[in-house]
T-cell receptor
Framework: SQTIHQWPATLVQPVGSPLSLECTVE??????LYWYRQAAGRGLQLLFY??????ISSEVPQNLSASRPQDRQFILSSKKLLLSDSGFYLC??????????????FGSGTRLTVV | AQTVTQSQPEMSVQEAETVTLSCTYD???????LFWYKQPPSRQMILVIR??????QNATENRFSVNFQKAAKSFSLKISDSQLGDAAMYFC??????????????FGKGTLLTVNP
């Protein structure tokens, strides 16, 4: 069965420090991978998505970057965090291979607080 | 670009009663998928129900059902026999059936459902 792991669950980082959030998917190959941010418990903002290794598309210009070093690994990074980077970060995957996976399966999220 | 609108920022329902959450979308495509996601206080996003646009029959999952009106571009979620555990933020989402970057889901802004005992 397919599972998605996202860590850490909670992170408190000082302004100006680096960031690395990791997401891995198991039980499927060549998934489409996504990073979302959710501020103030409201809407979902798509940050990055990837349809293959090394292929990253950015939806909004910001202080963050993403990488996909392996087929089922997606990393969200920052060199220097800003206060405005605080929020709830969600990783998700889907595929075109099977209809039941056309929608997203989400990770459990990372709550990031920049202090 | 497709847009998804949830016109009800908040809704409330009494336990054991029925509530309907509204969702409309805008698209020029004829083939697509629609979803409802639930986000409880834990903030884990959970797929509630999926509807394929090519299917005329409304999807159902236990106490959850949808009213899919393709011509009206409407996709409402009905929760029957509401339970305290149904309290959550509910998001409506759209996905094109075509490939490439259209794998992405477009989400509405969400409806916060409160269930009163």
């Amino acid at each position: 069965s397919q599972t998605i792991h996202q860590w850490p669950a909670t992170l408190v980082q000082p302004v100006g420090s680096p960031l690395s959030l990791e997401c891995t998917v198991e039980g499927t190959s060549n998934p489409n991978l996504y990073w979302y941010r959710q501020a103030a418990g409201r809407g979902l903002q798509l940050l990055f998505y990837s349809v293959g290794i090394g292929q990253i598309s950015s939806e909004v210009p910001q202080n963050l970057s993403a990488s996909r070093p392996q087929d089922r690994q997606f990393i969200l990074s920052s060199k220097k965090l800003l206060l405005s980077d605080s929020g709830f970060y969600l990783c998700a995957w889907n595929t075109m291979n099977r209809e039941e996976h056309y929608g997203y399966t989400f990770g459990s999220g990372t709550r990031l607080t920049v202090v | 670009a497709q847009t998804v609108t949830q016109s009800q920022p908040e809704m409330s329902v009494q336990e054991a009663e029925t509530v309907t959450l509204s969702c409309t979308y805008d698209t020029s495509e004829s083939d697509y998928y629609l979803f409802w996601y639930k986000q409880p206080p834990s903030r884990q996003m959970i797929l509630v129900i999926r509807q394929e646009a090519y299917k005329q029959q409304n999807a159902t999952e236990n106490r959850f059902s949808v009213n899919f009106q393709k011509a009206a571009k409407s996709f409402s979620l009905k929760i029957s026999d509401s339970q305290l555990g149904d309290a959550a933020m509910y998001f409506c989402a759209y996905r094109s059936a075509s490939g490439g970057s259209n794998y992405k889901l477009t989400f509405g802004k969400g409806t916060l459902l409160t269930v009163n005992p």
